[in-house]
Each structure stands twice: as structure tokens, then as C-alpha cells.
């Protein structure tokens, strides 16, 4: 969120204020965001230090790192198969982040560049769906995904219900509504259809946009849990954030080190694709705050 | 999610019809269309007619039962003590988790040296998923081995049952929640914050306006907006997202009067649908549920246009 400096009104408050008191205000600040911080950060701190520690030592309350994550790793990777389900959760969410994108990006054109009938009835039929929840949905979408469908077990299952994003087409239609019409016009002039126009001009000029959304529905998608724990009955298809459960569940044994350390793992591809589209997440939001 | 942007319903009248084509739009819109209405809007109605059901998905046997399925909800302690511990727990993250995200976005908004790296060291967070969350808050407070009753052992000679005591594990379960929301509350306040008219602010303070009257007096109602979304944003995240939390790190327990204390309104849902398979009852209460989102998102757009400050 660093994209525009803010002008906070204690800046200049102390800025009036005396040389002393200004100094202590800005050090009390940093105090006091590195205790927040601090706290907020212990629960991560915590796991990635228990997950480097041999599973002698993770049980006692020693804070110290020590040198076993690859062998904790490897224990879940591969026993626990941790590494399928990264694999199957990596496949679903850039699915569902392509696809969600896409779909918005069509809905939104037709949204903003066109007029037809019906076109309130849809959008409201779009922006409606937000009100309900695939928890709610979830008894009867087992029905007719697994008996109707017959796609139980499939990453279809898991997959194709979420491709439809009301918050996708309803950022981007603020986001074309934004961009001056008279560029559509000329390009209509010249010859170019509203496919080419998108291609072109719009998606070029949403790269923030992309980026935002790109961040909120792959995180969306990873942290799929209660569907994908209902609809796949089969280990082999299953995600990564129901596999951490399977790997607590062992009996009565857990080898925390291996969860803390698959736990870990876990959450680096939400932060990776975070810290790629930092920039495009800050900027994007900016952009579609009212101002 | 929504956007914190002015969420009107209908499109206005600023859209230009550039392109012509009179099946184009149509065929632009029909993919999101059709996952819409095969994925949510077809199952929302299914719900609400195996409601009125005995049924078990299981088995494929259906009975028709009229409102049977709700009136024995109403009448259940156990439904109604799910309920309320769904209230409760709702108010308490909404209201600390807004509380708390306001005043850290306020303090990383100040300029100090360095406030860009705190900003991002406070949305990172983010990133985590309810079930990681769930995961590391087993291993913290695990009575025997976690290292918080290590801690409060060595200092004050205490061991707290956290997942077997009921009070202990509802504010255990409360905490970890407000802990996960807070990145994301955060995003949006700091956005706001950054977007704040700072002439007006400043002619506050020309007029002697301490920081504190600044805040409370000026940012704060300018902020309402942006509280008012992210108030219900929050009603349905404690509503929804609370699930994978409270099945990792307490599965809905431990058992109090007539539930499990972290028992939520989703959690007895999923139990009733696919551990029990009462797919009538379970189905009942998502109509409620359904019910209670519609009101939430009604009193939003209601309360929203009428209290809110919305800017210039």
C-alpha cells in the first residue's frame, strides 16, 4: 500500500509541534507498529522456527532454529503426500484465477460497451449471487455435483461452479467505465470489434485491475476448504489446505515439526503471488476506491 | 468479497452503447450467466425445496415434510445455542477486529521512516489461509506441548485447558478469527485512509483541533463508508469463514449444555449434512441462512445510503 504517500493529519500537527515533541511522536509510532507487528507476526514466526527443529526438540518450548525443515519436508511431502496436494491446489486456483478472469472481463465488456435489453436484469442476476455463499449452497450443490453431474472426485468438482465472479465484473465495469468512451469510439472508427478493443486497449490499460483480482481470487481459490473437503472422497484429487488437516489427524502422534513445516509451505504461494502483484494489488485498489 | 466502491445495483446512465450487435453482449455475458445460474441460482432453489424435505442425499429418499424441518429447528436448544454463540461470536470479531485494523491502519498511515515496509508487513498477513490459521493456533495452545502454556506456566504457574474448557476455547477460537481478518481489514482502511480530503483535516487543525478531535471528529466519519462495508464483509466472513478455523482447531467443540461451544451456524450446517446426513434439516438451515445474508446485505444498502458519509 505504499503507492501514495498519505497525508496524515498528525504530520502536520507535528509538524506545528515542537522539535521534542514531534521526535517522541514519531518514535512512540515506531514503537509501537513494531509491537504490533510483533504480535500479529508471533503465530508465523512460531511455526517457522518449530518447523527447522528436530521432532525431539519441537516439543519442548525451545524458541531456537534448528537445522531439520528439508528432513521435516520431506516426511510430509512425500508420506503425508504433501506434495500432491500442492500440485492439485496450484492446478485448481490458477484455473479458477484465469478463468474467473476472463469470464469477468467478457461480462464487463458486454456491460459497458454495449446496450441491450434485459441488460439491469443480468447485471442484477450477476451482483445477486453475492449473496449466496457456497456454504449455503453446499447441500444442494453435493447433489448435483456428484449425483446429477457425476463429477465427484474430478477437478471439475472444484473448479468450474467458481469460474463466475461478481466482484471481477463489477471491478472492471468500474474500471472500463472510467476509461474515456471516445477511445472505443475511435476505435470503432478504425475498424477494430469490441474482442480486439479488449485485447488491445482494455486489458493493457488493467494490468492494476488484473493484478488486484488476480491476487483476491488466487487467494480465494487456495483457501477453498469446506467444498473440496465434501466433494472429493478420493485422497489423490484432494487440496492442500484439507491435506493439512489429514496430516494433524495421524492419531495420536503428531509430528508437529512435518505440519508446522508443511504449514509453511502451504501459505508460500499466496504470498508469492502477493509479493509478485504487490504493486498492481496497492495500485489497483486505488484505483477503484471512491473518491 | 465486494468492492468498497459505491455499490449501486443497477448500471447508470454513463454507458455508452459503442458496439452494436444484438446477440454479441449475449454471447460475451452467456459463460458467467450460466455458471450463475447452474452453479448458484439452481442450487439456491433446490435448497429451498429440499427444506420442505425428510431427505438423505446419501440414500436418495425424500419425504415430503412442509415446515416441519423448520419448526423443529426453532424449537431445538441446540439450534437455538448455535445460534446465539453465532451471534456472539460474530459481534466480537467484527467489532474488536474493526477496531483494532482501523487503529493499526491510522498508525501506519503516519509518515514515519520506513511506513511502507510496515504497511506491507501488516497486509502480508493476508496471504494465510483459515486452516493454516487453525493449524498454527492448535499447535500455540496446545495444553500439553504449545509453547503459550510454556509461557504462562513458567510466569504465572498456570496451564489452561484451552480446548477442553468452553469459555477458553470460544475466545480462543474468537481470537484466532480476529487475528485472520485483521490483513485484510487492513488493506481497506490504509486504501481509505490514503484517500482521506487532507484540506479538511488541515483546517481542522488550524482551528486547534487536537490529533485525538482530528480522528474521532473528521477521519472517522469520513471513514464510515469504508467501516460500513467492511462491517458487513465481516458479518459474512465470521458467518462463513469461521468453518475451516473451528473444524481444524476445535471441530466445534468441547460440548456445553445442548452444543459444542465453537459450534457455528456453518459448522452444525455441514455436521447435520454430511456427518449426520439430515440433508432436509441441513438444508432448512441453509434457507435461513440464506435468509439471514439476505437481510444482512438488505440493511446494507438500506443503512448504507441513508447514515453513510460518502464523500464529496
Known amino acids: 500500500m505504499a503507492v501514495k504517500h498519505p497525508a496524515a493529519p498528525s504530520a502536520r500537527a507535528d509538524r506545528a509541534a515542537p522539535r521534542s515533541r514531534r521526535a517522541r511522536g514519531v518514535w512512540v509510532t515506531h514503537a ?62 490458477v484455473c479458477v484465477t484465469a478463468g474467473k478472469t476472463l469470464l469477468a472481463l467478457l461480462a464487463a465488456l458486454a456491460f459497458v460497451y454495449f446496450r441491450f ?10 451482483l445477486l449471487s453475492l449473496m449466496l455463499p457456497t456454504e449455503v449452497l453446499i447441500i444442494a450443490l453435493f447433489d448435483l455435483v456428484s449425483r446429477d ?54 486489458i493493457p490499460m488493467s494490468t492494476n485491475t488484473i493484478g488486484a483480482l488476480a491476487v483476491i481470487q488466487f487467494v480465494y481459490a487456495w483457501d477453498q476448504y469446506i467444498w473440496p473437503l465434501v466433494i472429493m472422497q478420493q ?54 476506491e471512491d473518491k | ?37 447452474v452453479f448458484i441460482y439452481l442450487p439456491a432453489l433446490q435448497t429451498l425445496r ?58 501506519a498511515s503516519r509518515p514515519v521512516r520506513g511506513a511502507s515496509t510496515y504497511r506491507l508487513l501488516l497486509i502480508y498477513p493476508y496471504a494465510l489461509s483459515p ?28 496451564r489452561p485447558r484451552w480446548l477442553d474448557t468452553p469459555v477458553l476455547a470460544f475466545g480462543l477460537v474468537t481470537l484466532a478469527a480476529i487475528w485472520k481478518g485483521l490483513a485484510y481489514n487492513i488493506v481497506f482502511y490504509l486504501a481509505s485512509i490514503q484517500n482521506l480530503p487532507g484540506d479538511v483535516m488541515e483546517a481542522a487543525e488550524i482551528d486547534g483541533a487536537t490529533p485525538a478531535q482530528v480522528f474521532w471528529r473528521v477521519a472517522f466519519p469520513l471513514l464510515s463508508p469504508i467501516t460500513f462495508f467492511l462491517v458487513f464483509t465481516n458479518i459474512i466472513a465470521a458467518l462463513f469463514d469461521s468453518f475451516a ?7 466445534g467443540g468441547p460440548y456445553t449444555g445442548n452444543a459444542g461451544a465453537t459450534t457455528f451456524l456453518v459448522y452444525q450446517l455441514y455436521q447435520d449434512g454430511f456427518v449426520n446426513f439430515r440433508t432436509g434439516a441441513a438444508a432448512a438451515q441453509a434457507a435461513l441462512m440464506l435468509a439471514l445474508v439476505a437481510f444482512v446485505t438488505w440493511m446494507q444498502f438500506r443503512l448504507g445510503e441513508r447514515r453513510v458519509h460518502y464523500g464529496s
Open chain 2, 245 to 251: 478455523l473451528t473444524d481444524i482447531l476445535t471441530r
Open chain 2, 1 to 37: 468479497m465486494l468492492s468498497p466502491g459505491r455499490a449501486r445495483p443497477a448500471p447508470d446512465a454513463s454507458e455508452n452503447a459503442v458496439f452494436r450487435g444484438r446477440a454479441l453482449p449475449w454471447v460475451f455475458l452467456l459463460p458467467s450467466l450460466l455458471i450463475l445460474a
Open chain 1, 117 to 126: 435489453p434485459l441488460k439491469g436484469a443480468a447485471f442484477t442476476l450477476v
Open chain 1, 149 to 202: 453431474l457425476k463429477w465427484a472426485n474430478t477437478y471439475a468438482a472444484i473448479i468450474v461452479p467458481f469460474l463466475a465472479s461478481a466482484t471481477g465484473t463489477f471491478l472492471f465495469r468500474q474500471h472500463f467505465l472510467s476509461i474515456p468512451t471516445s477511445l472505443a469510439d475511435a476505435a470503432r472508427i478504425d475498424g477494430c470489434g469490441p474482442l480486439r478493443y479488449l485485447t488491445h486497449i482494455l
Open chain 2, 131 to 158: 486452516a493454516i490459521a487453525g493449524t498454527l493456533w492448535l499447535f500455540l495452545f496446545n495444553p500439553e506441548i504449545g509453547v503459550v502454556n510454556a509461557l504462562l506456566g513458567e510466569l504465572f504457574g498456570v
Open chain 1, 32 to 93: 509501537a507498529l513494531i509491537v504490533a507487528i510483533l504480535i500479529i507476526s508471533a503465530p508465523l514466526i512460531f511455526a517457522v522456527i518449530k518447523s527447522t527443529q528436530t521432532s525431539s526438540v519441537v516439543l519442548s518450548p525451545s524458541l531456537l532454529p534448528g537445522g531439520a525443515f528439508l528432513q521435516n519436508l520431506s516426511g510430509v511431502w512425500e508420506d503425508a503426500h504433501l506434495g500432491r496436494y500442492m500440485r492439485n491446489s496450484l492446478v485448481v486456483a
Open chain 1, 235 to 288: 485422497d489423490d484429487k484432494q487440496v492442500v489446505q484439507v491435506g493439512l488437516r489429514k496430516l494433524i489427524e495421524v492419531g495420536g502422534q503428531t509430528d508437529w515439526g512435518a505440519v508446522m513445516a508443511g504449514a509453511v509451505i502451504t501459505a508460500l504461494p499466496p504470498l508469492i503471488v502477493f509479493t509478485a502483484l504487490q504493486k498492481q494489488f496497492s495500485r489497483g485498489f486505488a484505483l477503484t
Open chain 2, 50 to 107: 429440499l427444506a420442505a424435505y425428510r431427505a438423505n442425499v446419501i440414500l436418495g429418499t425424500e419425504q415430503f415434510v412442509g415446515l416441519a424441518n423448520f419448526a423443529e429447528l426453532l424449537s431445538s436448544p441446540a439450534y437455538r445455542q448455535v445460534a446465539l454463540q453465532t451471534l456472539v461470536f460474530t459481534v466480537l470479531t467484527v467489532t474488536f477486529g474493526l477496531l483494532l485494523s482501523l487503529g493499526l491502519a491510522w498508525l
